[in-house]
């Protein structure tokens, strides 16, 4: 007997659909990846908090996903520009995990009397809170990116784990093309036992990319991070050291196959297009999914109200929006202003930010609290008529949170700026940094 999943499309065994009656996975979610270039999108904040999709933070996936799959103990680790993240996870109410057992716990790294305990890698942050591990007495410990976006049903991963007895078991994506060259990938059997681990950059890389959902049994993870703690040549990062030395030293290693949608926010331009690509109209990643809800923070706000002369089409926008202008193909988030003759066009537009009279913004990122001014023009137009199913443009512009552009001001991508180049794709070339004025 045969059925699916609820999300991953895989065709599984009846087993796979059920948790076993041992407890489930303690989840730690890691809130900054070292290895992403998000540039000034996280100048003052942690990736884990990065505005999506208008109403959500990235994060907001990686606890949802935990929650839909009954997965009720979660420990966010935290280090850097925690503060907009731990106002929005607000204790845990808005996913029911503000209870006395179980439930979310923050963990920060803290100062002990004989040194300051920074977290230096992913390996370390986990080494550093095995204490918070051991006391939740759990067989498996799984091990988030938060800042990442995809729904994926954890529990048959987790059904997964336990039947093939893995020591480690590592959610994977197809992927192909030149997006493949950026990510760390897997070779593996046709039992799905990983036999190789590929680094980024390297030419012939494996069809499956490694997404930042690992689970591991607790003893293994216990013993592999005390004895990465000891390599002094190592970064402490569990995908670059601890998983390659259990590969090579025949740990059990398995790949879960997640076959819905992800994106691993590598670049400001992974951020742009993860944005666009919920505009179709039947996008990949369903937020109107009843079955699987991405749950928020939510904000107290009025309802969004249009005027006379709007015009919105395949957009999304938040509570509290007044449209009075044009917005296409685009994302707003709670509290933006367009005024009259304004053209909102490609764009993410965050959090109570002000498009005034007339002004264009086109191909562009625009942060909390920016105030654009009349007739001023943001970013750079396209030759064609915009569709969902555009490419991303080469140049992106951004502007940073709260800064004021006066009227007329026009703001292009520089094209000789080095400041915003994004690492992994040379030829794109982001914007000119917008101070404040």
């Known amino acids: 007997m045969e059925e699916k999943s609820k999300l991953s499309g895989l065709k599984t065994d009846v087993w796979a659909t059920f948790v076993s009656r041992s407890r489930p996975p303690l989840a730690l979610i890691l809130s900054d990846?070292?290895?992403?270039?998000?540039?000034?999108?996280?100048?003052?904040?942690?990736?884990?908090?990065?505005?999506?999709?208008?109403?959500?933070?990235?994060?907001?996936?990686?606890?949802?996903?935990?929650?839909?799959?009954?997965?009720?103990?979660?420990?966010?680790?935290?280090?850097?520009?925690?503060?907009?993240?731990?106002?929005?996870?607000?204790?845990?109410?808005?996913?029911?995990?503000?209870?006395r057992e179980r439930?979310?716990?923050?963990?920060?790294?803290?100062?002990?009397?004989?040194?300051?305990?920074?977290?230096?890698?992913?390996?370390?942050?986990?080494?550093?809170?095995?204490?918070?591990?051991?006391r939740n007495r759990t067989d498996e410990v799984l091990v988030l990116a938060g800042c990442e976006v995809s729904c994926l049903d954890l529990s048959v991963l987790v059904a997964q784990h336990r039947k093939a007895k893995a020591d480690l078991t590592i959610a994977v994506a197809a992927i192909k093309g030149e997006t493949a060259s950026r990510h760390h990938t897997l070779?593996?059997?046709?039992?799905?036992?990983?036999?190789?681990?590929?680094?980024?950059?390297?030419?012939?890389?494996?069809?499956?990319?490694?997404?930042?959902?690992?689970?591991f049994?607790?003893?293994?993870?216990?013993?592999r991070l005390s004895e990465d703690s000891q390599q002094p040549s190592s970064t402490h990062d569990l995908i670059r050291d601890v998983i390659p030395r259990m590969i090579q030293e025949g740990d059990r290693?398995?790949?879960?196959?997640?076959?819905?949608?992800?994106?691993?926010?590598?670049?400001?331009?992974?951020?742009?297009?993860?944005?666009?690509?919920?505009l179709g109209?039947?996008?990949?990643?369903?937020?109107?999914?009843?079955?699987?809800?991405?749950?928020?923070?939510?904000?107290?706000?009025?309802?969004?109200?249009?005027?006379?002369?709007?015009?919105?089409?395949?957009?999304?926008?938040?509570?509290?929006?007044?449209v009075d202008g044009t917005v296409e193909y685009s994302i707003l988030s709670p509290g933006v202003f367009v005024a009259p003759g304004a053209v909102v066009r490609n764009a993410v537009v965050m959090h109570d930010s002000t498009i005034e009279e007339r002004a264009i913004v086109e191909n562009a990122i625009v942060d909390m609290q920016v105030i654009i001014g009349p007739q001023a023009r943001i970013g750079q137009a396209r030759r064609h008529a915009p569709t969902v199913s555009a490419s991303t443009p080469d140049r992106l512009t951004i502007v940073e949170q709260r800064a004021r552009i006066p009227g007329n001001e026009v703001i292009r991508p520089h094209p000789a700026s080095d400041d915003w180049v994004l690492s992994a794709q040379r030829t794109n070339v982001p914007n000119e940094r917008i101070s404040a004025l």
């Open 217 to 223: 049994s607790t003893d293994t993870l216990s013993w």
């Open 33 to 99: 990846d070292p290895f992403t270039d998000l540039g000034k999108l996280t100048l003052r904040r942690c990736q884990a908090a990065l505005p999506f999709a208008g109403k959500y933070r990235v994060i907001d996936f990686a606890l949802s996903n935990c929650i839909n799959s009954e997965i009720e103990s979660v420990g966010v680790i935290t280090q850097y520009q925690p503060r907009s993240l731990h106002a929005h996870l607000a204790y845990g109410r808005p996913w029911g995990l503000d209870r």
């Open 253 to 278: 290693v398995m790949a879960f196959r997640h076959t819905g949608y992800w994106n691993g926010l590598q670049t400001v331009h992974d951020y742009w297009r993860a944005n666009m690509d919920l």
């Open 281 to 322: 109209e039947n996008p990949d990643l369903n937020l109107q999914d009843a079955a699987w809800p991405i749950r928020t923070r939510p904000e107290v706000r009025p309802p969004t109200r249009f005027s006379r002369g709007a015009r919105v089409s395949h957009s999304l926008l938040s509570e509290g929006c007044i």
């Open 187 to 215: 070779t593996v059997d046709y039992e799905s036992w990983v036999r190789a681990l590929i680094p980024p950059g390297t030419s012939g890389p494996g069809p499956l990319a490694v997404m930042g959902v690992l689970l």
């Open 103 to 134: 439930g979310l716990a923050l963990l920060h790294p803290y100062q002990g009397r004989t040194s300051i305990g920074w977290y230096t890698g992913t390996a370390d942050a986990v080494f550093q809170n095995q204490e918070f591990i051991f």
